[in-house]
């Protein structure tokens, strides 16, 4: 590869050996396009985070192959191929079960949110300059060789997002490039978002209500879930940017808490419980927040959460009436409800023993089965119907009163003397 391809001035590392480039899966996609006397190359996040050191999530694949090429050559050499975004001349080869997007070099001629007019070219940094931030125009070759058309790599070393071009314009191309820059920003920069950036994005923040709600949905859940979201949420409020997007009053301290309390508690970062913290105080909170999301019923659930009373405990339950909110929540609710509510309890520190003492018992607890069941109400002479599942109820009631302590023997004995 000619050095010229490179931004002047700085060495780049090489790749080889990455586990991700040596697979057996990346190589035959990319030997299959090479084959055909293309160039071919890793571009965006994986080259990004392999530079890094960071784990990688799905490799993307950019070539000098027309897309109708990408497939014949795939195809040739027995890989599967999903003709996912053609017109934006993105084929899907598949090897070894695993997805590439190979994408052919192109120029957006004209952009209008997620759709562009495209055209073609054989030219990398051109490729390069319809990509958003200079870290994410960085390209490796099949040999691990890097390629920097932008000087993406000093910004990388400076983890600086920085947009490619004049930021403003970029914004207007595709203004979920906004949230893009607060989820970079968070994901990878030390210190404060890059000035310019966040002059532009600040600027044009009321481009964010044409975006879909999916986009903002997809792109927001890895925003909130960023290793520094606390930071990129607070400029974003301090900059207008976060009421252009979050239908509710924000919380940042019950939002920074509850960060604070998963971390402590090892959860893994909860893009749906994160966005309860920051905007759930009321169910029409919670119903607003749905609306502009767009989220599933079971994410809708999340957001319920924070207004049920066991969100909003101001003291840890006693140790018996722990073990009945898990026996009623199951885990993964009770985990959620509890930390809600030592993140919304802002005169406790999160690190408080005995909150820390109920946040972990489905570590060490299990809540037991009812040991009886409808059977054995009916056997006892209730006939079926509603009159059954009031008596387990009240049985039920009874058992979990007693802290699960009786056994199927106490238990049918007290059905029949109910
Ligand atoms: P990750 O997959 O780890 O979240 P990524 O950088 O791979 O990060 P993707 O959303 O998968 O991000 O996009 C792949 C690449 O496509 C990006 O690195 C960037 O070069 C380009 N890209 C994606 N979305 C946009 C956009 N809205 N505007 C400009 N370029 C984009
Ligand atoms: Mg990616």
């Given at each position: 590869m000619p050095a010229s391809d490179n931004f002047p001035g700085i060495d780049l590392p090489s790749l080889a050996g990455e586990a991700w480039l040596s697979s057996q899966a990346t190589q035959r996609v990319m030997a299959a396009i090479e084959a055909g006397g293309y160039q071919v190359r890793a571009v965006g996040g994986v080259v990004r985070n392999g530079l890094m050191g960071l784990p990688i999530t799905d490799i993307d694949i950019a070539t000098t192959a027309m897309p109708q090429e990408v497939i014949r050559l795939a195809r040739a050499e027995n890989l599967g191929v999903a003709e996912t975004g053609l017109q934006y001349g993105t084929v899907t080869v598949i090897a070894e079960h695993h997805p590439f997007e190979?994408?052919?070099?192109?120029?957006?001629?004209?952009?209008?949110?997620r759709h562009a007019t495209i055209a073609f070219t054989d030219d990398w940094a051109v490729d390069a300059r319809r990509r958003d931030f200079t870290m994410n125009a960085l390209y490796c070759?099949?040999?691990?060789?890097?390629?920097?058309?932008?000087?993406?790599?000093?910004?990388?070393?400076?983890?600086?997002?920085?947009?490619?071009?004049?930021?403003?314009?970029?914004?207007r191309e595709d203004y979920l490039r906004i949230l893009r820059f607060f989820r970079f920003t968070a994901q990878y920069a030390r210190d404060e978002p890059d000035t310019v950036g966040l002059v532009a994005c600040t600027r044009l923040r009321e481009g964010l209500a044409q975006l879909s709600k999916e986009r903002i949905h997809q792109e927001m859940t890895r925003l909130l879930t960023a290793r520094r979201a606390v930071e990129a949420i607070d400029a974003m409020q301090g900059h207008g940017i976060l009421a252009a997007v979050l239908p509710a009053a924000p919380r940042p301290t019950v939002f920074s808490r509850l960060t604070g309390i998963e971390a402590a508690f090892t959860r893994k970062?909860?893009?749906?419980?994160?966005?309860?913290?920051?905007?759930?105080?009321?169910?029409?909170d919670a119903s607003r927040l749905a609306r502009a999301f767009k989220v599933s019923r079971e994410e809708r659930g999340v957001l319920d959460l924070a207004v049920r009373d066991s969100a909003r405990l101001t003291s840890p339950p006693s140790a018996k009436s722990a073990r009945a909110l898990l026996y009623s929540l199951g885990p993964d609710s009770y985990r959620r409800s509890l930390a809600l509510s030592l993140a919304c309890?802002?005169?406790?520190?999160?690190?408080?023993?005995?909150?820390?003492?109920?946040?972990?018992?489905?570590?060490?607890?299990?809540?037991?089965?009812?040991?009886?069941?409808?059977?054995?109400?009916?056997?006892?002479?209730?006939?079926?119907?509603?009159?059954v599942g009031e008596a387990l109820h009240r049985v039920e009631a009874w058992w979990i009163a007693q802290d699960f302590g009786p056994g199927r023997d106490e238990l049918l004995?007290?059905?029949?003397?109910?």
């Open positions: 190979v994408t052919t070099l192109r120029r957006d001629v004209e952009s209008h949110g070759d099949r040999a691990g060789r890097v390629h920097d058309p932008l000087g993406g790599y000093a910004d990388l070393l400076a983890r600086r997002v920085r947009f490619i071009g004049e930021a403003a314009d970029r914004i970062p909860d893009a749906m419980l994160r966005l309860a913290a920051l905007g759930v105080a009321t169910s029409e309890a802002l005169e406790r520190p999160i690190s408080d023993p005995a909150w820390g003492e109920v946040l972990t018992l489905p570590e060490g607890w299990t809540a037991p089965k009812l040991p009886v069941n409808g059977a054995d109400v009916m056997a006892r002479g209730v006939p079926a119907g509603r009159a004995a007290k059905l029949a003397g109910a």
